[in-house]
T-cell receptor, first 114, second 112 residues
Framework: EADIYQTPRYLVIGTGKKITLECSQTMGHDKMYWYQQDPGMELHLIHYSYGVNSTEKGDLSSESTVSRIRTEHFPLTLESARPSHTSQYLCASSEGSFSGNTIYFGEGSWLTVV | GNSVTQMEGPVTLSEEAFLTINCTYT??????LFWYVQYPGEGLQLLLKATKADDKGSNKGFEATYRKETTSFHLEKGSVQVSDSAVYFCALGRSGNTPLVFGKGTRLSVIA
């Protein structure tokens, strides 16, 4: 059982609002990730982190930003939400090598911007 | 760069049918290969993995063999259940110190 938590699970907000999606893991993993999952199911890596004070942009350009001040915490922020940001956002973590070790996913945050 | 291609869905099967979901890859070197599964309303979880050529990963009745000669990692199960209904993602490691590449996902629906 993975110990990675995302809040809120569901959020409906108005255009122009600032939102932060929270992600915490209790496994002490150094690597953390944010994926955006579209209705067609495809996963898009939007941000990742090697460890504290490290953040990198992923494959899909995103207007969101992330921070990694503590090992266990990797919040994602949208300064001004738009309807195009409506999606599911999945947080994940892993330890050690990117390519060889299991990635643990949270249950996702469903964001709807109206 | 490294990439994966998996068969498009949706795939609809009757209970106890045989399942194959195709996954082929393009890669430099010998990356690890993975299958992840996403049940409705949940995040992804690792189903199985293989770290070198000819390795067979298996879990919950699912199997996949790392085939270097055909650059494939097809997922199979001999007899599917309704509870196997989910989205399945093939993934592989990339060269360099960067995250996994995921396929586009294949939705499986099993009907009783």
């Amino acid at each position: 059982e993975a110990d990675i938590y995302q809040t809120p699970r569901y959020l409906v907000i108005g255009t122009g609002k600032k939102i932060t999606l929270e992600c915490s893991q209790t496994m002490g993993h150094d690597k953390m990730y944010w994926y955006q999952q579209d209705p067609g199911m495809e996963l898009h890596l939007i941000h990742y982190s090697y460890g504290v004070n490290s953040t990198e942009k992923g494959d899909l350009s995103s207007e969101s930003t992330v921070s990694r001040i503590r090992t266990e915490h990797f919040p994602l922020t949208l300064e001004s939400a738009r309807p195009s940001h409506t999606s599911q956002y999945l947080c994940a973590s892993s330890e050690g090598s990117f390519s060889g070790n299991t990635i643990y996913f949270g249950e996702g945050s469903w964001l709807t911007v109206v | 760069g490294n990439s994966v291609t998996q068969m498009e869905g949706p795939v609809t099967l009757s209970e106890e049918a045989f399942l194959t979901i195709n996954c082929t890859y393009t890669a430099t070197g010998y990356p690890s290969l993975f299958w992840y599964v996403q049940y409705p309303g949940e995040g992804l979880q690792l189903l199985l993995k293989a770290t070198k050529a000819d390795d067979k990963g298996s879990n919950k009745g699912f199997e996949a063999t790392y085939r270097k000669e055909t650059t494939s990692f097809h997922l199979e199960k001999g007899s599917v259940q309704v509870s196997d209904s989910a989205v399945y993602f093939c993934a592989l490691g990339r060269s360099g110190n960067t995250p996994l590449v995921f396929g586009k996902g294949t939705r499986l629906s099993v009907i009783a």
